[in-house]
């Protein structure tokens, strides 16, 4: 079962910028896509970004142009984060989808942006 753990969250000031990693551990190798969801107060959880072996999936225009995912063989996933807003605050989660399992989360990093 994997196990994954976002790190990198904290307080930035609007405009700036922040970078989030999620590390995957236990013995899975066949991830099919890895992403970034995050979840405001009072707001379903959303999509941000995700990373298949093709490469990344179309961003979501809330994001588009700002954020970035990258990964290293899909141990470490990392989403950088430029030009901040105050409406990017939110708890961030990682999340994983391997073939015959129920989505992974880890338990989120919070991120605030203050204007």
């Known amino acids: 079962q994997a196990e994954l753990v976002e790190s990198g969250g904290g307080l930035v000031q609007a405009g700036g910028s922040m970078r989030l990693s999620c590390s995957v551990s236990?013995?899975?190798?066949?991830?099919?896509?890895m992403g970034w969801y995050r979840q405001a107060p009072g707001n379903q959880r959303e999509f941000v970004a995700g990373?298949?072996?093709?490469?990344?999936i179309e961003y979501p225009d809330s994001v588009k142009g700002r954020f970035t995912i990258s990964g290293d063989n899909k141990r470490t996933v990392y989403l950088q984060m430029n030009a901040l807003k105050p409406e990017d605050t939110a708890v961030y989660y990682c999340?994983?989808?391997?073939?015959?399992?129920?989505?992974?989360w880890g338990r989120g990093t919070q991120v605030t942006v203050s204007s």
């Open positions: 990373l298949t072996n093709g490469g990344p």
């Open positions: 999340n994983a989808l391997i073939p015959g399992q129920s989505p992974t």
């Open positions: 236990g013995g899975v190798s066949n991830i099919e896509v």
